[in-house]
């Protein structure tokens, strides 16, 4: 198991940017494919961006792809999104998410994801 907790949610104006940061306190966090996910209300956990752990190589959803930049750093056991120009339809609740499982491709399928964060929440208003 892998603890990890989210930070850096908030309210931004529509335009605005964030950065969401996810600490992680496995000792073999490099090993780890990462994501982060939203979920919004009555809606199914969304797979935002994903980064894998051999290579850095990367998923993003279509919704977010251009805007978002999903980042890590193993020597501090961090992962980082980079949102710019949010939209209101970006507000959600943001998780941080460990795949323990090597894959040869990065997975946006959470049922493939062993923990997660409590989530972030971010809001962008119009």
């Known amino acids: 198991q892998v603890q990890l907790v989210e930070s850096g949610g908030g309210l931004v104006q529509a335009g605005g940017s964030l950065r969401l940061s996810c600490a992680a306190s496995g000792r073999t966090f490099s090993t780890y494919a990462m994501g982060w996910f939203r979920q919004t209300p009555g809606k199914e956990r969304e797979c935002v961006a994903a980064?894998?752990?051999?290579?850095?190589?990367?998923y993003y959803a279509d919704s977010v792809k251009g805007r978002f930049t999903i980042s890590r750093d193993n020597a501090k056991n961090t992962m980082s999104l980079q949102m710019n120009s949010l939209k209101p339809e970006d507000t959600a609740i943001y998780y941080c998410a460990a795949d323990r499982r090597w894959r040869p491709r990065v997975t946006p399928n959470a049922a493939s994801y062993d923990d997660w964060g409590p989530g972030t929440q971010v809001t962008v208003s119009s």
């Open positions: 980064i894998s752990s051999y290579d850095s190589s990367t």
